[in-house]
């Protein structure tokens, strides 16, 4: 589902550098869950990037559903993504709209009907338990609810792909497992999980795939 | 089909919202292209009253000919088989010195003056009316005439409004030079309040554009806000010129009452008035076009 061939990625800023990623190459089945380590600087969020796109790679390929996401023209990139669920480092929220806005986002970029649109924002707000606070704003959330309303907005188009970038970084202990649990969750029913994280001991009980980077290169 | 409804629509209410999320800085986009607008349009205003003035007034195309004051009966009587045999000729009336004199006299202040006169000062007269009304055929028609013997003098009646035609047509040809600048003017004012929201909505931008959001997507406000922007200004306008035409209704009306013109000043007519509101939509929706290709590539 996911193949990585012999990918590198080097950023326009560092020509004479170390590469992002160095000739990396993988390939991940569908339902599977990956856990992608490393140090901070090792090349995880790059890794994550190229599937979604957001980056390109320098040279090889990314497959991603046999497409190569590396060459696709730029128009053809939005509905690539509309079937990514994208959980970003820094959450990427949108301040000025309430809580339940935020998960209809992407489903008013994908064209559903408000009436339809809002059910199934309910529905994922209430699979993350934040149900009662949709009319909230954002700011009056604490951390883990925010990135639990991350969650929420990237699972809402019930993508098959589930992207996410250091998800309990900055949580408390307790927190930190109550989000990695709803990853688990749609591990269970069958969505491929790609997991960027420094600390990997709340997906301990769940059998992973692990991808192990330093200095950009698989281990 | 659907879909594409409610993607306008949802862009329409985002944009409303967007307009009113900051009030005071569009009530004073409102204003600025408001005004802007309301010169083109109260010119506009101006210039088709003027010309329904001018229309009015303007007299039937007829050429009046004189005779030598001291010119006997007789010459007058030998251009009437002149005239027959003249084409362009449709008809003529003749006017008597006497018959003139009679009628000048009865004239308000003027009677005294042509009694205390030694003899008639005025010369017999004819007035034409030529087939063909056109200012060329009428000019050649004149021309014709006093190459005649015994013309003293042949004058176009229409002459004036010519003048005035002329006159009208360079305020026309003003007109559109200004209304040209002042609609570059509120493209100026779309492309550069649409910058400003590309500028603020950057993050929305970016987030929507990582949830799979097309270009057309992220566009369809912009160009909402813009058109909905130039709609109101040009509200704004239409009104700042109604209050100019009711303003000036009742001054202008006492001139007119003294020029015995029957004549009130009529405001932007509903052709006029859907002219303004269709091209403010249009310059703004063309001034966030213009933005957009400027400014959202930098995001």
Redesign the interface.
Same mark, same amino acid.
């Given at each position: 589902m996911i193949k990585f061939d012999h990918t590198t990625k080097r950023y326009p800023g560092s020509p004479g550098g170390s590469p992002a990623l160095a000739d990396v190459s993988f390939e991940v089945n569908p339902g599977e869950l990956v856990l992608v380590k490393g140090h901070s600087g090792a090349g995880k969020s790059t890794l994550l990037k190229l599937i979604?796109a !957001?980056e390109r790679p320098t040279s090889g390929a990314v497959l991603v559903n046999g497409q190569n996401v590396g060459a696709l023209k730029a128009?053809a990139i =939005?509905?690539?993504?509309?079937n990514?669920g994208?959980v970003?480092q820094d959450q990427?929220l949108?301040f000025?709209r309430s809580v339940l806005e935020n998960v209809l986002? =992407?489903l008013? !970029?994908?064209?559903f009907? =408000?009436r339809e649109a809002t059910r199934r924002a309910r529905a994922a707000l209430d699979k993350v338990g934040l149900l009662e606070r949709e009319k909230a704003m954002p700011v009056a959330l604490s951390g883990g609810e925010q990135q639990r309303l991350s969650i929420a907005?990237a699972v809402v188009n019930r993508p098959n792909l589930l992207l996410v970038d250091e998800p309990t970084a900055h949580l408390d202990a307790e927190t930190a497992r109550q989000v990695a649990d709803i990853f688990l969750d749609f591990h269970r029913v069958g969505v491929t999980v790609f997991i960027a994280t420094y600390d990997d001991t709340n997906f301990a009980t769940a059998p992973s795939r692990k991808l192990t980077l330093s200095q950009g290169r698989l281990q | 089909m659907?879909?594409w409804l409610?993607?306008h629509f949802?862009a329409l209410s985002l944009a409303l919202r967007r307009l009113t999320s900051a009030p005071v800085n569009t009530l004073l986009s409102l204003l600025a292209m408001g005004i802007a607008l309301a010169l083109p349009a109260g010119g506009q205003m101006l210039f088709a009253n003027a010309q329904q003035l001018a229309n009015r007034s303007a007299p039937a195309a007829r050429i009046s000919l004189y005779l030598p004051v001291e010119a006997e009966r007789k010459a007058a009587t030998d251009l009437e088989t002149k005239f027959k045999a003249m084409p362009g000729v449709k008809s003529w009336q003749f006017m008597s010195k006497e018959d003139t004199l009679a009628r000048m006299k009865k004239a308000e202040g003027l009677g005294d003056v042509i009694d205390a006169l030694p003899k008639n000062p005025f010369p017999d007269a004819y007035v034409l009316t030529p087939k063909d009304e056109s200012p060329e055929a009428v000019e050649a028609l004149a021309a014709q005439l006093r190459k005649l013997p015994r013309v003293e003098h042949v004058q176009l009646d229409s002459a004036w409004v010519r003048r005035l035609d002329a006159l009208l047509r360079l305020g026309r040809s003003s007109l559109f030079i200004l209304a040209g600048l002042l609609g570059v003017g509120l493209i100026a004012i779309t492309f550069n309040t649409i910058r400003l929201q590309v500028l603020t909505l950057r993050?929305?931008i970016?987030?929507?554009?990582?949830?799979?959001?097309?270009?057309a997507?992220i566009r369809r406000p912009f160009y909402w806000f813009g058109a909905l922007q130039g709609l109101g200004g040009g509200i704004v306008a239409w009104f700042i010129v109604a209050l100019a035409t009711l303003g000036l209704a009742k001054p202008i009306g006492e001139i007119a009452q003294l020029y015995s013109l029957g004549f009130a000043l009529q405001p932007l007519s509903l052709g006029n008035s859907l002219i303004l509101l269709g091209a403010a939509t249009v310059l703004g929706w063309g001034g966030a076009a213009l933005s957009l290709v400027q400014h959202l590539k930098e995001t």
């Open positions: 979604a !957001i128009n =939005p509905y690539l993504r509309r990514l994208l970003f990427k949108l000025d986002l =992407p008013s !970029i994908a064209g009907a =408000p907005r | 659907n879909v409610s993607h949802t993050a929305e970016e987030v929507s554009r990582l949830l799979g959001a097309t270009d997507f």
